[in-house]
Each structure stands twice: as structure tokens, then as C-alpha cells.
């Protein structure tokens, strides 16, 4: 059997099987017989000495894209789809909320001309808030979608069957399916990684080197010295959509109410 037939079969399979394979696998789950991640990253690199977490500073960002492009150069993501995007919030006096993304904010925002009077104005990074308790780890019903001992969630790209259930899972609208056969691994799951080839050697995610005022950091929750870190236990920090009980690890910094 060919890989793509492989996948074909999987992906039947587990469309066919729903909520009845969905149940069994959570079940294993529980039971601790699944969700086991994958060996170690090659190296020296320990995974058991980290735990990854991210901070985004809303008063901080400008939204001019440049981490939106930098990700998107940095892991080949396809014309249409983003790994990570800036939406930009605009209230009303009258407390309205109007927000837009244009191409995800990737070449930044043109001023809008309205005659509404605006009280405030304010642009929100996303991406995959790597929860400590992800729904689209628990749904997928081959084992493709993990969390590694670092606290990333990522997706083993061999194993995923595309059958997009952690795409309607993820509460944030993180993940994509793409399905041209251009891109690296069509018609599977795709996802922010924390860019896991560049932090695993010591350096910054993309979207973090390239913020020119530093609104994206990466913390290390395990390194009593890194600043970050101290930022997200010293701070008021907030995360998206709390009562979903994900335990997102993407924290922010001044978090007005009017963002889901």
C-alpha cells in the first residue's frame, strides 16, 4: 500500500468511524495507553529542561505584519493560510466592535475612513495557544496531533490522515488544511510549531526575531532567570477564551474584553 493510499484508507476510515472512534481513542487516552509523543528531538537538546511558553504584548504591537511574514517565509506556509495573523480591533463609542484582517494583517493595515466615532484602537496577534489541555490533541483518531515534554503542541505530518478533525476542534482557528502539492505535506493538518526546528537549537521563534518592538516572546517556564518568564508570573496576563478550560499557554499583556 502506497503512503497516499495509507492515508486515504485512514482518513475513510476515521470519517466513517466519527464519534464512535473518537470516543475510543479519548478512552485510551484516560487510560494512559495513548498520546505518547515521539522520541526526543536529535541533539543535545533535553526536552525534559524546558516548557515553552508564549507572551504578546497588545499596547506593544503596531501591527505591521512583520511577524506575519516572517512566519510564513520561515515555514513555507501557502498563499491563503497563516500560521500566525494580526486583527485589529476598533470600539466604538457606543462600544461596538468592529474587526478586520486583511491577508491577516501581513502587509500591515490602511487607516479606515469612517464617520463612526472610535474610543479606542488596538491590534491582537494570534496563533496556536499550545494548551496544556488541547482539544485538537484529544480528537485527532490517529495519534498525529501531540503535545511534546516541552509544552508544543505539533502534528507528526507522517501520521496525519487530514481528517480535519482537529481543524474543527481548535477553538482559535489555528489550524489549516492545505491542499495544494506545492507546499510542504499537502492535505494534512498544519499549525504554529513555536518554529520547534529554531528553538530546540537556542534560537527565537521567527515571528519573535522579527517584531521590531518586541511585542511576541518566547519564555521558558523552567529557567528561574528568564525575563520573560518573570513578565508572565509577575504581570496581569490574560488568555484567550479561559472558561473553555484549555489552558492555553499564549498569554497576553493588557487583553481588552472585546477580544475572543
Same mark, same amino acid.
Given at each position: 500500500?502506497?503512503?497516499?493510499? %495509507?492515508?486515504?484508507?485512514? #482518513?475513510?476510515?476515521?470519517? /466513517?468511524?466519527?464519534?464512535?472512534?473518537?470516543?475510543?481513542?479519548?478512552?485510551? %487516552?484516560?487510560?494512559? %495507553?495513548?498520546s505518547?509523543?515521539?522520541?526526543?528531538?536529535?541533539?543535545?537538546?533535553?526536552?525534559?529542561?524546558?516548557?515553552?511558553?508564549?507572551?504578546?504584548?497588545?499596547?506593544?504591537?503596531?501591527?505591521?505584519?512583520?511577524?506575519?511574514?516572517a512566519?510564513?517565509a520561515?515555514?513555507r506556509?501557502?498563499?491563503g493560510?497563516?500560521?500566525?495573523? !494580526?486583527? #485589529?480591533?476598533e !470600539?466604538?463609542?457606543?462600544?461596538?466592535?468592529?474587526?478586520?484582517?486583511?491577508?491577516?494583517?501581513?502587509?500591515?493595515?490602511?487607516?479606515?475612513?469612517?464617520?463612526?466615532?472610535?474610543?479606542?484602537?488596538?491590534?491582537?496577534?494570534?496563533?496556536c495557544?499550545?494548551?496544556? +489541555?488541547?482539544?485538537?490533541?484529544?480528537?485527532?483518531?490517529?495519534? /498525529?496531533?501531540?503535545?511534546?515534554?516541552?509544552?508544543?503542541?505539533?502534528?507528526?505530518?507522517? #501520521?496525519?490522515?487530514?481528517?480535519?478533525?482537529?481543524?474543527?476542534a481548535?477553538?482559535?482557528?489555528?489550524?489549516? !488544511?492545505? +491542499?495544494?502539492?506545492? =507546499?510542504?505535506?499537502?492535505?494534512?493538518?498544519?499549525?504554529?510549531?513555536?518554529?520547534? +526546528?529554531? !528553538?530546540?537549537?537556542?534560537?527565537?521563534? /521567527?515571528?519573535? /526575531?522579527a517584531?521590531?518592538?518586541?511585542?511576541?516572546?518566547?519564555?521558558?517556564?523552567?529557567?528561574?532567570?528568564?525575563?520573560?518568564?518573570? %513578565?508572565?508570573? =509577575?504581570?496581569?496576563?490574560?488568555?484567550?477564551?479561559?472558561?473553555?478550560? =484549555?489552558?492555553?499557554?499564549?498569554y497576553?499583556?493588557?487583553?481588552?474584553?472585546?477580544?475572543?
Amino acid at each position: 500500500m502506497t503512503d497516499f493510499s %495509507r492515508r486515504q484508507f485512514l #482518513r475513510t476510515a476515521a470519517l /466513517a468511524g466519527g464519534g464512535c472512534a473518537v470516543f475510543l481513542l479519548l478512552g485510551e %487516552r484516560r487510560a494512559g %495507553r495513548a498520546s505518547v509523543p515521539p522520541a526526543s528531538p536529535a541533539g543535545d537538546y533535553d526536552w525534559t529542561q524546558h516548557s515553552y511558553a508564549y507572551l504578546i504584548d497588545t499596547v506593544a504591537c503596531i501591527g505591521c505584519g512583520m511577524c506575519v511574514k516572517a512566519c510564513k517565509a520561515e515555514n513555507r506556509v501557502p498563499d491563503g493560510f497563516f500560521r500566525t495573523w !494580526i486583527e #485589529r480591533y476598533e !470600539i466604538s463609542e457606543d462600544g461596538e466592535a468592529a474587526v478586520d484582517s486583511p491577508d491577516g494583517g501581513l502587509n500591515g493595515f490602511e487607516e479606515n475612513v469612517s464617520h463612526v466615532k472610535i474610543s479606542k484602537a488596538f491590534f491582537v496577534p494570534k496563533m496556536c495557544n499550545h494548551c496544556a +489541555h488541547s482539544p485538537c490533541v484529544q480528537v485527532c483518531p490517529v495519534g /498525529a496531533s501531540y503535545r511534546t515534554k516541552d509544552g508544543v503542541v505539533l502534528v507528526d505530518q507522517e #501520521r496525519c490522515v487530514g481528517c480535519g478533525y482537529c481543524v474543527q476542534a481548535c477553538p482559535y482557528s489555528s489550524r489549516f !488544511i492545505p +491542499h495544494e502539492e506545492d =507546499t510542504p505535506y499537502p492535505r494534512t493538518a498544519q499549525k504554529c510549531t513555536l518554529c520547534y +526546528h529554531r !528553538i530546540t537549537k537556542g534560537l527565537k521563534p /521567527a515571528c519573535v /526575531a522579527a517584531c521590531p518592538v518586541g511585542a511576541r516572546q518566547l519564555a521558558d517556564m523552567k529557567n528561574p532567570f528568564d525575563p520573560v518568564r518573570k %513578565r508572565i508570573l =509577575t504581570e496581569r496576563v490574560q488568555v484567550l477564551q479561559p472558561e473553555l478550560l =484549555t489552558q492555553p499557554q499564549c498569554y497576553y499583556l493588557a487583553l481588552d474584553k472585546e477580544v475572543r
